[in-house]
């Protein structure tokens, strides 16, 4: 056999191989994208994980959610551990580090 024969053997063995693969492939996500956009029962969830998992069904439609919108923020403030900031207080200027150009001791 000589290198030209070899070399379209391997290239034909390689196409098969991919084709194969990509075949397996897209058999697999079909079957994850079914599973995934059923919401599994109510009693298996708590409701806030079934509002969450609603939410994130839903998509970019979701942004525009005024449920999903509080449920993240409450999700993300439980996170971080922080208290969600109190509406009556107004929020205090932090001081410049770096002197005014117009004061007398920048010049």
Do not use: Y
Request: charged letters at 25%.
């Amino acid at each position: 056999m000589d290198g030209n024969t070899l070399a379209r053997i391997g290239a034909v063995i390689f196409v098969a191989v991919a084709v194969t693969a990509t075949a397996v492939e897209m058999t697999r996500k079909e079957e994850k994208r079914e599973g995934a956009a059923s919401l599994p029962s109510s009693s298996t969830l708590s409701p806030l994980r079934w509002e969450l998992r609603r939410c994130q069904i839903l998509g970019e439609a979701a942004l525009l959610d005024g449920g999903c919108l509080r449920l993240w923020a409450e999700q993300r403030d439980r996170f971080v551990g922080s208290a969600a900031p109190s509406f009556g207080s107004e929020p205090k200027p932090i001081a410049s580090p770096v002197p005014n150009a117009n004061t007398q001791e920048a010049r």
